[in-house]
């Protein structure tokens, strides 16, 4: 896990504003639902098995023996709230969108990380094709905007619980027949979860993976009908797109469409989504549509950093305050804020006791103008103004600071 510090701010910045710009312009939401479930909601919806569990997830026991998870598949949470608090009769469909905290337990070493945020567009209560189309396209505008270069869409569908069985069925016969050429996790999942063998790394299963048999050959007329509608959807937003018949959620909920989106830098997505109807079910709900596509945020800084895509640096401090003894702090506060209040930013470093070091900080910090306040300026109810390029001073009257200071930043 890893803190964000100051000097990531400008990348963070960036994602909060293209975020917003996206979710208004595509019409989500905001939702935001605790970092803290329960954890047999995760367990059920994570079609786990139970031994991976505690392997997967950060567990907490309250000492009424409950147990608690940290935040581990936010789809999942603001499904529950949709459900509990019957978001349906509200809005149909709800397009909502979240900024949240993720944190799973990893191997070390596999390239991800432990804690990371993702930025998720979810809409819950349609099933029609155009509202895959609409998460894809939030997705993508999103990373656009970002500036984010030869980005490429996979995508797949998953099927649905009329077709997918057939094409289980093939799949394990076909992986029952190399048995003795795939690796140990891949013959332990071979009987309880036949999907996440097509998602192994090693050498030996990649070429089993290869020879498999594709869903797209064992797809249900409506599902057919639904990935093709999605699929020109794509196109006709020009999405440069690759189908990827291998790419399909490991879990049971997972239906129809899945997606991620790639940059060539990176091996690992930097979005992804997918349609889970079913996952309402764990929630003793009715089957209820649901599509969800979401931006790893910490990979995509990377993608953006990795193609020399720089943010524009926050507006710089104009005005440097430098304040000279106790009596003159407590005016300056009060110059400052006014200031501020009108829309100048200020900066002042009052803990640095000299006048040299206080200009000293103006001077690093490339601020062209500074303020100057001692007991006598505060005396006389004025300030002392100085150009920090020239060198140039002048005394104002306090009350007209802040026309004067407007003036000389507008005429720069
Ligand atoms: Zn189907
Ligand atoms: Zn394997």
């Given amino acids: 896990m890893a803190d964000i510090l100051p000097k990531e701010q400008e990348w963070w910045k960036l994602v909060w504003q293209l975020g917003n710009a996206t979710s208004e312009l595509h019409d989500f939401n905001f939702i935001e639902t605790p970092i803290i479930e329960e954890a047999g909601m995760f367990e059920e919806?994570?079609?786990?098995?139970?031994?991976?569990?505690?392997?997967?997830?950060?567990?907490?026991?309250?000492?009424?023996?409950?147990?608690?998870?940290?935040?581990?598949?936010?789809?999942?949470?603001?499904?529950?709230?949709?459900?509990?608090?019957?978001?349906?009769?509200?809005?149909?469909?709800?397009?909502?969108?979240?900024?949240?905290?993720?944190?799973?337990?990893?191997?070390?070493?596999?390239?991800?990380?432990?804690?990371?945020?993702?930025?998720?567009?979810?809409?819950?209560?349609?099933?029609?094709?155009?509202?895959?189309?609409?998460?894809?396209?939030?997705?993508?505008?999103?990373?656009?905007?970002?500036?984010?270069?030869?980005?490429?869409l996979k995508i797949n569908s998953a099927g649905c619980r009329v077709c997918r069985p057939a094409f289980r069925q093939k799949i394990k016969t076909h992986y029952r027949n190399e048995r003795e050429r795939l690796c140990k996790s891949c013959e332990r999942n071979l009987e309880t979860n036949v999907f996440a063998l097509l998602h192994c790394e090693e050498a030996k299963c990649k070429e089993v993976i290869a020879e498999a048999p594709i869903i797209l050959d064992y797809l249900c007329q409506n599902c057919n009908n639904h990935f093709k509608s999605v699929l020109e959807l794509v196109e006709?937003?020009?999405?440069?797109?690759?189908?990827?018949?291998?790419?399909?959620?490991?879990?049971?909920?997972?239906?129809?469409?899945?997606?991620?989106?790639?940059?060539?830098?990176?091996?690992?997505?930097?979005?992804?989504?997918?349609?889970?109807?079913?996952?309402?079910?764990?929630?003793?709900?009715?089957?209820?549509?649901?599509?969800?596509?979401?931006?790893?945020?910490?990979?995509?800084?990377?993608?953006?950093?990795?193609?020399?895509?720089?943010?524009?640096?926050?507006?710089?401090?104009?005005?440097?305050?430098?304040?000279?003894?106790?009596?003159?702090?407590?005016?300056?506060?009060?110059?400052?804020?006014?200031?501020?209040?009108?829309?100048?930013?200020?900066?002042?470093?009052?803990?640095?006791?000299t006048l040299k070091a206080q200009l000293k900080s103006a001077e690093r910090m490339n601020i062209s103008l500074a303020l100057l306040l001692g007991q006598k300026e505060v005396f006389e109810g004025t300030v002392i103004i100085r150009d920090m390029t020239s060198g140039a001073q002048e005394t104002i009257l306090a009350e007209k600071l802040v026309e004067e200071v407007k003036r000389r930043i507008n005429s720069k």
């Fill in 236 to 353: 006709d937003n020009e999405i440069a797109y690759e189908p990827d018949a291998h790419l399909l959620p490991v879990n049971d909920y997972g239906m129809r469409t899945t997606f991620e989106f790639f940059v060539s830098e990176l091996r690992l997505p930097v979005a992804r989504g997918g349609r889970f109807d079913y996952l309402a079910e764990i929630f003793g709900g009715r089957i209820t549509p649901s599509v969800n596509g979401a931006l790893h945020i910490e990979q995509v800084i990377e993608a953006m950093k990795l193609q020399g895509i720089v943010p524009h640096p926050r507006t710089k401090p104009r005005v440097f305050f430098v304040v000279l003894g106790d009596q003159a702090k407590k005016s300056a506060l009060r110059l400052m804020n006014k200031l501020r209040s009108c829309g100048v930013a200020v900066v002042e470093v009052v803990g640095k006791k």
């Fill in 45 to 152: 919806a994570a079609g786990i098995a139970k031994e991976l569990v505690e392997k997967e997830l950060f567990l907490l026991k309250t000492k009424e023996k409950k147990t608690l998870a940290l935040s581990f598949c936010p789809k999942i949470s603001v499904l529950r709230s949709y459900l509990e608090h019957r978001l349906a009769y509200f809005s149909s469909p709800l397009k909502v969108f979240y900024l949240t905290p993720v944190l799973k337990k990893v191997r070390a070493g596999s390239g991800s990380i432990r804690e990371f945020h993702e930025w998720g567009f979810q809409i819950m209560g349609e099933g029609d094709p155009i509202y895959d189309g609409e998460i894809i396209l939030a997705v993508y505008d999103f990373l656009k905007g970002l500036r984010l270069k030869q980005l490429t």
